[in-house]
Structures are given as C-alpha cells and as structure tokens.
Nanobody
C-alpha cells in the first residue's frame, strides 16, 4: 500500500484559503486515482474531490464545486487541494487517499484503500 502524508491544514477565518498537500510513497503513484476526503465530529467521512490517475478527470462534491481545486503532479508524487472561500461548515479533518485499484474510477470512500493520517482544517466565523 501507499504511504500518504498530508500537510497544510490550519485555522482561518470565513472567506480565507488553505492549500493542502499530500505526498505519496510506496507504490506507483501515477497509476492510481487520488482523493481528498473530510470528516467532521460526529459525521461520516465524505468525499470532497477526486482526481483520476492521469488528471484527465476530476470530481467535486456539491459543497466543494466552485471553491476547491484538486490537482496532482505525478513527477513529484503529490496531490494538492486548493481551498478558497472557506466556510465554517468546511471545518473537519481532511484526509488524502489513494484508490484501491490502479486505473480505476470511483469517488466514494469505499473505493479508496490507502489513507493519510489527516490534517485539521478549522474555519471560524
């Protein structure tokens, strides 16, 4: 399995921006779709954004559309989530994850197998 390490979380005020990064190691990064997920206290983990193995396709949750951008750099084994216009509802632990199978699609949590340790994002009003 891949090893994933997230960074970039923090505390911002409403309307602010954060950039999350995830560095992967341990397997062929460029063969796997990557995703960002989040989990708020008392809630289930949910998909935020997913990018295909070759960056040809991306998916955003309704809450992320128009505000968040996912990108990847296969040469650096890195996937990034740029988050703008942050709201208090975005407060959660954000996780980076690699798809369970190479070349596969799927945007739900169950499609992903390797998870990072998470990074806290807190948005205050």
């Amino acid at each position: 399995q891949a090893q994933l390490v997230e960074s970039g979380g923090g505390s911002v005020q409403t309307g602010g921006s954060l950039r999350l990064s995830c560095v992967a190691s341990g397997r062929s990064f460029n063969m796997y779709g990557m995703g960002w997920f989040r989990q708020a206290p008392g809630k289930e983990r949910e998909s935020v954004a997913v990018i295909s193995w070759n960056a040809g396709e991306s998916y955003y949750s309704d809450s992320a559309k128009g505000r968040f951008t996912i990108s990847r750099d296969n040469a650096k084994n890195t996937v990034t989530l740029q988050m703008n216009s942050l709201k208090p509802d975005d407060t959660a632990v954000y996780y980076c994850a690699a798809h369970r199978f190479p070349w596969a699609n799927g945007t739900d949590v169950r499609s992903f197998a390797s998870w990072g340790q998470g990074t806290q994002v807190t948005v205050s009003s």
